[in-house]
C-alpha cells in the first residue's frame, strides 16, 4: 500500500478550535495534494504542497511536508460548520496517476 | 470553477449487464482518470488516458472494463459483464497538465448498484 495504517481517522472538534490532519506514505513524492470531499460529492483539492515548500498556507488553511519523514499535514485553524468534510491526502507516483490515502473525517459541531 | 459532469448520476443494473459511465471532462483538459470509491473508503485509481491511449491501469482495472474518448466526446468506461464487487461510486477526473503539475479536477460521481 502506499499509506500507513494512521491514515483512517475519524475528528470531532467544536467550532472555533483548531485541527490538524496528518498522513504518511511510503512512496517518494515531490508534491502532496490535499482534497476536501463533501457527503455525496466529488473531492476538490483545497491545497497542493511541492517538496520545495515546507508549509504552505491558504485562508484557514496551512498544509506542512516533510519528505525526510514523508509525511504531511494540514491544519485547519479556528474551524467552522461548513468544514465538515472528509479530507484527503494524494501523492502522484508514476505518470499523472495520483493516489489518495484513507482520509480523515472531520465534524465541526456549533 | 471548471466543472466535470458525469452522466449517469445513479445507475442500477442487473449482474453481468453491461453498463457505461460517461464524463464529459473540461473543454481544455488532456488527461483523463477514472476513480472508484466503495461507500466511506479512499479513492482508489482505476486508469488513466491521454492522447486516445491508456497510460496507467491498476489492478481494479479488470478485463472486463474499457475506456475510450472517440472523436473527443465523451469520455466513458464500460462494463461488460458487471460483477456484484463493481457496486461502487465511480468518479472521472480531468486535467490540464500531467504529471507533477496537474490538479484534477472530479466529477460528482456516477453511482453504480449491481443486483
Known amino acids: 500500500s502506499q499509506w500507513g495504517e494512521e491514515n483512517l481517522q475519524a475528528l470531532s472538534i467544536q467550532e472555533g478550535e483548531d485541527v490538524t490532519m496528518n498522513c504518511s506514505y511510503k512512496?517518494?513524492?515531490?508534491?502532496v495534494h490535499w482534497y476536501r470531499q463533501d457527503s455525496g460529492r466529488g473531492p476538490a483539492l483545497i491545497i497542493l504542497i511541492r517538496s520545495n515548500e515546507r508549509e504552505k498556507r491558504s485562508g484557514r488553511l496551512r498544509a506542512t511536508l516533510d519528505t525526510s519523514s514523508q509525511s504531511s499535514s494540514l491544519s485547519i485553524t479556528a474551524a467552522q460548520c461548513e468544514d465538515t468534510a472528509v479530507y484527503f491526502c494524494?501523492?502522484?507516483?508514476?505518470?499523472?496517476?495520483?493516489?489518495f490515502g484513507k482520509g480523515a473525517k472531520l465534524t465541526v459541531s456549533p | 470553477g471548471p466543472k466535470v459532469l458525469q452522466i449517469p448520476s445513479h445507475q442500477i443494473i442487473d449482474m453481468g449487464q453491461m453498463v457505461t459511465l460517461n464524463c464529459d471532462p473540461v473543454s481544455n483538459h488532456l488527461y483523463f482518470y477514472w476513480y472508484k470509491q466503495i461507500l466511506g473508503q479512499q479513492m482508489e485509481f482505476l486508469v488513466n488516458f491521454y492522447n486516445g491511449k491508456v497510460m496507467e491501469k491498476s489492478k481494479l482495472f479488470k478485463d472486463q472494463f474499457s475506456v475510450e474518448r472517440p472523436d473527443g466526446s465523451y469520455f466513458t468506461l464500460k462494463i461488460q459483464p458487471t460483477a456484484l464487487e463493481d457496486s461502487a461510486v465511480y468518479f472521472c477526473?480531468?486535467?490540464?497538465?500531467?504529471?507533477?503539475?496537474?490538479?484534477?479536477?472530479f466529477g460528482e460521481g456516477s453511482k453504480l448498484t449491481v443486483l
Open positions: 494524494a501523492t502522484e507516483g508514476t505518470g499523472s496517476k495520483l493516489s
Open positions: 477526473a480531468s486535467s490540464l497538465l500531467g504529471g507533477h503539475t496537474g490538479q484534477l479536477y
Open positions: 512512496t517518494y513524492t515531490t508534491v
